[in-house]
């Protein structure tokens, strides 16, 4: 009778096919997954530059004819170098997993081996691809972290920038919602340097939201309005534009391995950003730490087995990640308060 572990050792169970498997886990969840904001982008190295020109743009004085022309200003040049994190979970197939299993023949029982792998793969990524949604999250907040808090990457240090805020006074009796509403969306069209975008996006905390969503411009906005997109009649959580802004709400939220609680968008907080940008977000993924994915286009998973232990009790299997999503533009991020 062939052997459990002797399994692994068929091509199903190598780092190709196995790294194909674990990247056809539909990734179901996250909103900022769901809404496509960051740009895959597959690097063959452990770090990423981005050379940032800082291009002048002024009025150009007149001067007589024939006279000298005013020097040209040329805008300055830098790089930033970003080294990407690497996220890795490991877990074991054991015998247990796979005993008592009636089969017919070893093919059955690849079958079976095969499943119970998948299955601990589709574990792995479900963790790893929330961890990846917490760091776009972070990205959009100015601040990369790591699962206990750490910063992994201050986009406001690095760029030497300090994040605009605009306060919307929800809670002040006769404010209106029309000049912050103004401010944002002037401020983010101005820091945009060149990029386009399709709409602003307002991501909103639940705290936000009910403060928002009940202020009495909105309700006299839509006082009258009749068609089925109604905020005073309708669940519009998931989006409804004002002021040319759409507005969502946001709950993601994550928890630690000590139990700690992590809000992606902090409590009676909103986060503005613009939609439909070419190049402003991107999500870099870089090679796995394997001989065979050494210098190659990185993927956003990978997995791969490791040697079975002395005994021959259980298989180790491993998954792992190396993400770094980017804001090259973080003056375009505006943080509502209230």
Same mark, same amino acid.
């Given at each position: 009778?062939?052997? $459990?572990?002797?399994?692994?050792?068929?091509?199903?169970?190598?780092?190709?096919?196995m790294t194909?498997?674990?990247n056809?886990?539909?990734?179901? &969840?996250?909103?900022?997954?769901?809404l496509?904001?960051?740009?895959p982008?597959?690097?063959?190295?452990?770090m990423?530059?981005?050379e940032?020109?800082?291009?002048?743009?002024?009025?150009?004085?007149?001067s007589?004819?024939?006279?000298?022309?005013?020097p040209?200003k040329?805008?300055?040049?830098?790089?930033? +170098? *970003?080294?990407?994190p690497? *996220?890795? =979970?490991?877990d074991?197939?054991?015998?247990?997993?796979? /005993?008592?299993?009636?089969a &017919?023949?070893?093919?059955?029982?690849? =079958?079976? $081996?095969?499943?119970?792998?998948?299955?601990?793969q589709? /574990?792995?990524?479900?963790?790893?691809?929330?961890?990846?949604?917490?760091?776009?999250?972070? !990205?959009l907040n100015? /601040?990369?972290?790591?699962?206990?808090?750490?910063?992994?990457?201050?986009?406001?240090? =690095?760029?030497?920038?300090?994040?605009?805020?605009?306060n919307?006074?929800?809670?002040?009796e006769g !404010?209106?919602l029309?000049e912050?509403c103004?401010?944002?969306?002037?401020h983010?069209?101005?820091?945009?340097?060149?990029?386009?975008?399709?709409?602003l996006?307002?991501?909103?905390s639940?705290g936000?939201?009910r403060?928002f969503?009940?202020h009495?411009?909105?309700?006299?906005a839509?006082k +009258?309005y009749?068609?089925?997109?109604?905020?005073?009649?309708?669940?519009?959580?998931?989006g409804?534009?004002?002021?040319?802004?759409?507005?969502?709400? +946001?709950l993601? /939220?994550?928890?630690t391995?000590?139990?700690?609680?992590? +809000?992606?968008?902090?409590?009676?907080?909103?986060? &503005?950003?613009?939609?439909?940008? &070419?190049d402003?977000?991107?999500e870099? *993924?870089?090679?796995?730490?394997?001989?065979?994915a050494?210098?190659t286009?990185g993927?956003?998973?990978y997995?791969?087995l490791?040697?079975p232990?002395?005994f021959?009790?259980?298989q180790?299997?491993?998954?792992?990640?190396?993400?770094?999503p980017? $804001?090259?533009?973080?003056e375009?991020?505006v943080k509502?308060?209230?």
């Open positions: 009778m062939e052997h $459990v572990l002797d399994i692994f050792n068929n091509d199903a169970f190598n780092v190709v096919s194909s498997a674990i056809k886990v539909p990734n179901t &969840f996250g909103l900022l997954n769901q496509g904001i960051f740009k982008v597959p690097v063959d190295t452990t990423v530059g981005i940032i020109s800082e291009g002048v743009i002024n009025l150009v004085p007149s007589e004819r024939g006279a000298p022309g005013t040209n040329r805008g300055s040049r830098n790089m930033r +170098y *970003f080294k990407l690497h *996220f890795a =979970l490991e074991n197939v054991t015998a247990d997993d796979v /005993q008592n299993i009636r &017919f023949g070893s093919g059955s029982k690849l =079958l079976a $081996v095969a499943s119970k792998v998948l299955e601990v589709m /574990q792995m990524a479900r963790k790893l691809y929330l961890t990846m949604e917490f760091m776009k999250n972070g !990205a100015g /601040q990369i972290l790591d699962s206990d808090g750490t910063v992994i990457l201050d986009l406001w240090e =690095l760029f030497g920038i300090t994040q605009k805020e605009v919307f006074e929800l809670a002040v !404010a209106n029309i912050p103004l401010d944002v969306k002037e983010v069209e101005l820091h945009l340097k060149g990029e386009n975008m399709t709409e996006l307002a991501l909103c639940p936000w939201w403060k969503i009940t009495p411009d909105v309700a006299e839509y +009258y009749a068609h089925s997109v109604n905020p005073l009649t309708s669940d519009v959580r998931s409804f534009k004002h002021q040319d802004i759409l507005w969502r709400e +946001y993601g /939220q994550a928890t391995h000590d139990g700690t609680v992590r +809000y992606f968008i902090p409590p009676n907080g909103c986060l &503005f950003l613009p939609l439909g940008t &070419f402003t977000f991107e870099n *993924f870089g090679p796995a730490d394997y001989l065979e050494a210098n286009p993927l956003p998973l997995s791969k490791g040697r232990d002395k021959g009790k259980g180790p299997i491993e998954a792992q990640t190396n993400p770094l980017i $804001v090259k533009r973080p375009v991020l509502g308060t209230f």
